[in-house]
């Protein structure tokens, strides 16, 4: 067999065939020619005729060397089969699909199949057969006559099953055929909206809706209906008519919603009719009251109409002006105003202010003089009166009116004050005849009066006839009997008067006399003792000599009185030396009392005073005893020197004595026998030491010096080592019994010296781990410290100069008052640290300051000033360096050149530093007037120069751009068609347009700001309507509407119109809810500048029946699927009834509920309380099963549950009663005390009063009966964790008094709340992230108390050294230093540290600083925290606006975690996000952040339910691998905000390539996949 060559696809090997075969038959003819002998035969022709084309076969007989290969063998059936397939082609033709030909035609019947068969022979050798079955059908063609239609048919065959033809639907045509009628007919109904509007019509009234039915009928069966919603609309159409609002209305019934036209305003129509009735009433009346000026300020009232005269409701609110005006009145004595109090709508402006000031001080000038001639000087009425030495007096008065409490005048005057006496003078008296004046003027008139001469003869008068008799002697006073007892003695005695002139003042006139004072006595011997009587006198003169004197005195009684002392005084004070024999006196008891006699002998009493002796005699005591016993207590003349005496204190003594010799002593005995072989060494020292004891009533102290020193003995220790056993010893007296060693002992020395280097340098020297990168601050001084140690009775002692100095952890350049430093005191000096004296950080920090607050306030301020021109400064020649600009051929000077010094005083240190400046002028370009100089520290290029123009061209120029753009937009104010509109939120958004204007043939750019904003109104009806508005100025006159709260009534409204869509069935047509209700959630949004505000609602979806009656026997159910905004709670609920059932309805009504409403009935009142909702449920759980006649209906249970945003319930209390036949034929009554939440109206159960007679029941009020605060304990479970936890909660029991008649019932429920209660943080070691200062940003440098996870580094940053970057480095909250964490989330850094001190089942949030560093990231990132095995991600930190710069420290929470065990793992990671931008253009895929101060918050323990978010814990372990966390999150009872958690999937691809593919971590929610870091999905590796 010959190999076959196998077959080339394609081109190349079509064209290699062509050229084998052009080969092989070029060498098969060569061989035919010429090797080749050929027998010709003659040609035989064998026909076979065939029904369409005859075949003939052409032979010729051939011979040839070689076998044929190259010809082919005839295949005769081939040949005829292809024949018969052409011919079955043709047969197959002749039953075409006949689509195009009867395109639009319709099949009618079913579609019969015939099968077909054809048969062909082919000589005698080869015949074909086939059958195929052809499909028979009719089509039809629908003609259109008129009122019915006609069809023109035809029967047709077709090979294929025709599948383009429709079936015939004559019903179908027939009503495509009645809808085109239908449409034509309607069609006079249809309207555009937008004519309507353009027009300006709007819809006035409530909308009528009717149904119109149209019908039509086509033969006799077939009929069709269809109906049209026409809506009856009152079209309005406002125009102004002679300034008047005018409406015109029309009626449209029409097919179209106008949705698009608004509701007649008629209250805005009326309103601005109103104003203009209100403008047209309320008129200044200038012309009126012509020549009146306003008095006062335009009060501006606001008032409100609430109708217009019409009748027609406005409730309009207007400003009304308020004002007074007035006319000044002049009379003869005085000026008035004429006023008149005007209302007006507008402001008026015709009346000039009154200048009240000046009218008020004519007033009062008129005033004053006419109060002035009210005091002239009467010299004609007093003439011959002079003026009295006292003078003129000025008294100044003063005189204020206040005029409309505003206008206060006043006048002060010093008006003359004087009296004008006349004299007339007698022996006795003289006499005045005096006025006092008050005049206006001094008087001039008036002569001095002198009456000194007339007033001393009235002042002698009285001395001779008024004084002197009333001291005469009398002449009886001295007769035989009588003497002048004693001495005479003389007394000066004055007298003096004052006598008041009128006119001269005052005369004081005086005159003395010696008077004579003795006494005149008489003796009478009548009595036993001679009695003398005593009269004292007083005279002018001295006694006659004929009365007797007797000068010495009478003594006769003295010794009458002695006798009576010895007698009977001293006999009651003796002191009785039998009776208390063997007594004691008690010395501290003697005291002295001082005691009087006196006795009268006549008129004289005799008196003797003497000191008593007061003691106590006692029994004397013995030492046993602490005070005296049986004592007397005595009272004597004489002193007792016949009883011994006895001292208290010396007792005492005596006592003290004893006790110390026999307690005290012993305790201080010398121990001789004790310490037999020991010997004293080292020195003796005395003690003072004192003793007190309360003896008596006296604290008695002894003190004695006791002796203290060390008896000791040398033991042999291990090794031979001696040393010293020592007993302290502290004796009475001085220890002579013992040796005494007084040389020292050294064997101790090498102990000594071992604890210097042990004990004493370690812990005085410097923590090198506690105080790493600290600084040394300032000087080291050296201060001497001593130690000592005792040995036995050897004090060891040493001394070292200790260096002491101040470190510092961090020291602050920009606050120094934050250098947390601390003073040491250590052994050595601080060589491991670094040192830095005040000087050089003061004067750092003085650079500091310059640099970050003075030199900043040099900045060319090119941003804001961006308007300012340079305006150079005039008669200036000198020029710096790019100082000058010239124009017109004039160089001017634009800047000035100087030099700026500061002076500061930093820590004691003063610094100075100074800079060159410029000084600049920079004015505003289009207000030169507004200049300003500024001094800056380089070259202010960036300001344009400015170069002077011709004034009246740009005044020209501006006045030309101010017209275009005034008739290019609208003034805001002049737009009438938005009076009473509002500005919403005072949101103007402001553009500026320019425009090339030509003036003078000159063309210059003018600009101009136009202000766009949105003005509102709000509609009586609900909602805003609202218009934008692009002005030419801004919108000074509207008020401001609050933005929040157009949005919220405009939010309000919209919602307002969906819920009214959503309305509660019609409870009169007997409706009732079947089955369940269902909650379907549904959410409308509408969007406002600045955001979007939605608001989601739970419509209640159910299905209503209802019962029709049909027949007196039949009712039918009719249903509908019903959507309510609010719950069916005033319609009956059914859960159990079957509408199969006959008399469904009837059980429905009565069989639901456990009490039958025709059986029992309400019996009395019901009382209706509200109830707090915890009270509530824990009230209702007391009740159990007899809780509410409603327990059996339980789709209705969920809804009489309160639910967490009620306070407080209501509840309805009353007896449901039945009444009953008793076994005596007499009916009794059954009551039950029921309370529901469920409106009993509902149920038809009937209310019957109770009789007057009857019982009441009584409720009382909930009072607190008793309070407990303890603990509530639960399990609750977390993964496969089960916790035992506990809660602080408060139990409060109330009760109330249920009473009827005598009847007392307790009524009791208990409340469970929880506690607040504080727990502890977590400990986190180093959660500031203090560290050294950093040197470089690439340091690694981990903190202390962290590690670094992985083999990447991981840096410390600080803002507080000179770094890379580090102008855009910016402090935390505690500064210092902080780490970066930079990620590609294939590099990823991470660090980690363990957090101890969890409460197992507690939940905790992680608290951290966190930024984005924009000088090294170019990416957004964010943090994976992760706290044992659970996993949580911070949210995305964008990236800054400008480059370099550093995202502000925002403090962010995220969790919770779960505390599994009281110590877990820390770790935290960053995560590249999605968005990437670098203003250099360099391929950037890392993000870079810092974090600070992170710790740990204790929320509390978990609730019962399970943790929120984290019933499965997201696993992850062995590095970067990724996790999955299917979390369904959950909010916690205790209303903390949502959290989402994630998972990450593993990375999938190969890190060998070019590339990986990364899905990145996503947050699963319910029913979707949120990734986190959104687009990103193929990263570059290295």
Not at 576 to 594: F, H, L, M, T, W
Not at 687 to 701: H, I, M, N
Not at 723 to 747: E, G, H, I, N, Q
């Amino acid at each position: 067999g010959r190999r076959r060559r196998r077959r080339r696809k394609g081109k190349k090997g079509k064209k290699k065939r062509k050229r084998r075969k052009k080969k092989k038959r070029k060498a098969y003819k060569a061989d035919y020619s010429k090797d080749t002998k050929i027998v010709r035969c003659k040609p035989k022709t064998i026909a076979y005729v065939m029904p369409d084309k005859t075949y003939k076969l052409k032979c010729q007989q051939c011979f040839s060397w070689t076998p044929p290969k190259c010809l082919h063998q005839a295949n005769e059936k081939l040949m005829f089969t292809k024949a018969w397939t052409k011919y079955y082609a043709s047969v197959k033709k002749k039953y075409p699909s006949l689509c195009k030909k009867y395109k639009g035609w319709k099949l009618k019947g079913a579609i019969t199949k015939e099968d077909k068969c054809w048969k062909k022979a082919y000589g005698e050798q080869y015949s074909f057969s086939k059958c195929h079955a052809l499909h028979n059908f009719t089509v039809c063609k629908v003609i259109d006559k008129g009122d019915t239609l006609a069809t023109k048919c035809v029967k047709v065959t077709t090979w294929d099953k025709p599948t383009c033809f429709k079936k015939l639907d004559m019903k179908g045509g027939l009503k495509k055929k009645f809808n085109f009628w239908f449409v034509k007919t309607t069609k006079k109904f249809k309207t555009k909206c937008a004519t309507w509007k353009k027009k300006k019509f709007t819809i006035n009234g409530a909308v009528k809706t009717t149904e119109k039915c149209y019908a039509k009928s086509y033969g006799n069966k077939i009929k069709f209906q269809k109906c049209v919603n026409l809506y009856t609309y009152n079209l309005c159409q406002i125009s102004t008519v002679k300034g008047k609002q005018v409406m015109k209305c029309k009626k449209l019934t029409t097919s179209t919603k106008l949705n698009c036209l608004g509701k007649t305003n008629l209250r805005a129509m009326y309103t601005k009719n109103f104003v203009k009735y209100l403008t047209e009433k309320y008129t200044p009346q200038c012309k009126k009251y012509k020549g009146y000026k306003m008095k006062g300020d335009i009060e501006t009232v606001k008032k409100c109409w609430k109708k217009d005269p019409m009748g027609h409701t406005v409730n309009y609110c207007g400003k009304m002006y308020k004002f007074t005006v007035c006319k000044v009145v002049t009379g003869k004595t005085e000026i008035t105003l004429k006023c008149t109090t005007l209302s007006s709508f507008t402001k008026p402006k015709c009346y000039s202010k009154i200048n009240l000031k000046a009218y008020y001080q004519k007033k009062f000038d008129m005033v004053i003089t006419q109060i002035s001639s009210k005091y002239p000087v009467p010299a004609k009425k007093y003439a011959g009166y002079g003026l009295t030495t006292d003078g003129i007096k000025k008294e100044k008065k003063c005189w204020t009116r206040t005029y409309e409490k505003k206008y206060i005048f006043k006048k002060c005057h010093e008006l003359s004050v004087y009296t004008v006496c006349k004299a007339t003078g007698t022996s006795t008296k003289v006499t005045y005849k005096c006025v006092k004046i008050t005049s206006w003027d001094k008087p001039t008139t008036f002569a001095q009066i002198n009456t000194k001469t007339l007033w001393k003869k009235v002042f002698d008068n009285y001395i001779k006839t008024g004084v002197a008799p009333k001291y005469a002697y009398s002449k009886g006073s001295c007769t035989k009997n009588h003497y002048v007892y004693q001495a005479i003695t003389r007394k000066k005695k004055c007298w003096k008067k004052e006598y008041v002139a009128k006119k001269d003042g005052t005369y004081t006139f005086e005159h003395c006399q010696n008077l004579y004072v003795y006494k005149i006595c008489s003796t009478s011997k009548k009595t036993k003792v001679p009695k003398v009587v005593c009269k004292d006198y007083t005279t002018w003169t001295a006694p006659p000599k004929t009365c007797k004197h007797q000068k010495v005195a009478l003594t006769f009684w003295k010794e009458k009185f002695a006798v009576y002392i010895d007698k009977k005084v001293k006999p009651n004070y003796s002191m009785d030396a039998k009776k208390y024999k063997g007594r004691v006196v008690v010395v501290e008891s003697i005291q002295r009392e001082e005691k009087c006699f006196s006795k009268k002998y006549g008129k004289k009493e005799a008196k003797l005073c003497h000191k008593l002796y007061k003691y106590d005699l006692c029994v004397k005591p013995t030492l046993d005893e602490e005070m005296p016993s049986d004592c007397a207590k005595r009272v004597t003349w004489d002193e007792p020197k016949v009883f011994p005496q006895f001292k208290l204190e010396d007792h005492w003594k005596m006592i003290f004595t004893k006790y110390l010799e026999n307690k005290v002593v012993p305790k201080y005995k010398t121990p001789c026998v004790q310490y037999k072989k020991y010997f004293v060494y080292g020195d003796i020292k005395k003690e003072k030491k004192c003793w007190q004891k309360k003896v008596g009533t006296a604290t008695l102290q002894k003190c004695h010096n006791l002796y203290k020193y060390s008896v000791c003995k040398i033991v042999t220790k291990e090794h031979g080592v001696k040393a010293l056993k020592c007993k302290d010893v502290t004796s009475w007296s001085y220890p002579t019994c013992f040796k005494r060693v007084r040389v020292k002992l050294t064997f101790w020395k090498s102990k000594w010296e071992a604890f210097i280097k042990t004990k004493i340098i370690p812990v005085n020297s410097l923590d090198k781990s506690k105080y790493e990168g600290w600084t040394v601050f300032g000087d080291i001084t050296t201060k001497e410290k001593c130690f000592t140690k005792k040995y036995g009775n050897v004090v060891a002692k040493r001394c070292h100069a200790m260096n002491v100095y101040k470190v510092c952890k961090k020291l602050h350049l920009d606050n120094p008052k934050k250098n947390k430093c601390e003073t040491l005191t250590t052994w050595d000096t601080p060589t491991g640290l670094k040192h830095v004296s005040e000087a050089d950080y003061y004067t750092k920090v003085f650079a500091y300051d310059i640099k970050n607050t003075e030199l900043p306030k040099l900045k060319v301020p090119c941003k804001e000033k961006k308007e300012y021109v340079r305006v150079g400064y005039d008669n200036l020649t000198h020029c710096c360096s790019k100082c000058c600009s010239t124009y017109n051929d004039q160089e001017r000077v634009m800047s000035i050149k100087s030099t700026k010094c500061y002076n500061s005083n930093k820590g004691g240190y003063e610094f100075n530093y100074c800079a060159d400046t410029y000084k600049t002028k920079i004015c505003k370009a289009d207000d030169l007037k507004n200049c300003e100089e500024i001094e800056t520290l380089k070259l202010p290029t960036c300001f344009k120069d400015h170069k002077p123009v011709n004034k009246e061209w740009e005044a020209g120029i501006k006045e030309t751009g101010v017209a275009y753009f005034r008739k290019k937009y609208p003034d805001a104010c002049d737009l009438d068609e938005y009076y009473g509109f509002s500005l919403i939120g005072n949101k103007i958004a402001t553009k500026k347009e320019c425009k090339e204007v030509e003036y003078k043939g000159k063309s210059k750019k003018y600009c101009h700001t136009i202000h766009s904003y949105k003005i509102c109104k709000q509609i009586v009806s609900g909602g805003f309507n609202c218009a934008k508005i692009t002005a030419y100025t801004s919108p000074q006159c509207f008020y401001i509407l609050d933005e929040k709260f157009y949005q919220k009534e405009d939010f309000a409204h919209y919602i307002a119109t969906q819920e009214a869509e959503y309305p509660l069935p019609d409870r009169s047509e007997g409706w009732f809810v079947d089955k369940d209700v269902s909650r379907l959630q549904k959410c409308w949004e509408k969007t406002y500048d600045g955001g979007k505000k939605k608001y989601c609602q739970q419509l209640y979806s159910y299905k209503i029946r209802r019962f029709v009656k049909k027949s007196e026997t039949k009712y039918v159910v009719e249903s509908k699927d019903w959507k309510s905004w609010d719950y069916p709670s005033g319609f009956e609920h059914n859960k159990y009834m079957n509408v199969n059932i006959a008399h469904s309805w009837y059980f429905y009504q009565i069989g639901l509920f456990r009490y039958d409403p025709s059986v029992w009935f309400v019996y009395g009142e019901i009382t209706k309380t509200d109830i707090d909702i915890n009270e509530y449920n824990a009230w209702i759980k007391s009740w159990k099963d007899d809780f509410a006649y409603h327990q059996h209906r339980g789709d209705i249970n969920s809804f009489y549950t309160a639910s967490d945003s009620d306070e407080t319930v209501t509840v309805f209390e009353f007896q449901l009663c039945r009444k009953f036949k008793s076994g005596l034929g007499t009916t009794d009554t059954y009551c039950k005390h029921k309370v529901s939440r469920y409106p009993i109206d509902n149920l038809r159960f009937k209310i019957i009063a109770m009789p007057k007679t009857a019982d009441k029941v009584v409720y009382g009020e909930w009072k607190v009966k008793k309070v407990e605060v303890g603990q509530k304990c639960y399990q609750s479970k977390w993964g496969k964790k089960l916790f035992n936890l506990c809660l602080k909660v408060k139990k409060t029991k109330k009760c109330r008094r249920v009473t009827k008649g005598t009847d007392v019932k307790a009524d009791c429920f208990t409340v469970v709340q929880r506690l607040k209660e504080t727990y502890e943080a977590p400990k986190l070691a180093n959660g500031g992230f203090d560290a050294a200062a950093p040197s470089t940003d690439h340091n690694g440098n981990v903190p202390k108390g962290w590690t670094n996870v992985g083999k990447t580094r991981v840096d410390t940053l600080s803002s507080d050294t000179t770094l890379q970057g580090a102008n855009i480095l910016k402090n935390s909250k505690s500064g210092g230093t902080f780490v970066r964490l930079n990620s590609n989330n294939i590099i990823i850094k991470m660090i980690s540290t363990p957090v101890s001190g969890l409460d197992q089942g507690h939940m905790y949030v992680a608290v951290f600083e966190q930024a984005l560093l924009y000088k090294w990231g170019h990416c957004t990132g964010h943090f994976r925290v992760q706290l044992g095995e659970q996993v949580h991600f911070s949210p995305m930190i964008g990236l800054p606006k400008e480059y370099p710069a550093m995202t502000p420290w925002q403090t962010v929470r995220v969790g919770y975690y779960i505390a599994t065990s009281a110590k877990m793992t820390l770790k935290i990671s960053a995560v590249r996000g999605h968005t990437c931008k670098n203003p250099h253009g360099e391929e950037r895929s890392f993000t870079d952040l810092a974090i600070d101060n992170v710790h740990f918050e204790n929320m509390g323990p978990l609730p019962p339910d399970g943790a929120p978010g984290l019933r499965h814990p997201a696993m992850y372990a062995g590095g970067y691998t990724g996790y999955t966390s299917k979390t369904v999150q959950k909010i916690y009872p205790s209303g903390t905000p949502r959290q989402t958690s994630g998972g990450m999937s593993k990375i999938s691809g190969s890190s060998s390539g070019s590339s990986m593919t990364i899905v990145y971590e996503t947050i699963h929610a319910e029913g979707q996949d949120v990734p986190v870091s959104h687009g990103i999905t193929k990263v570059k590796s290295g």
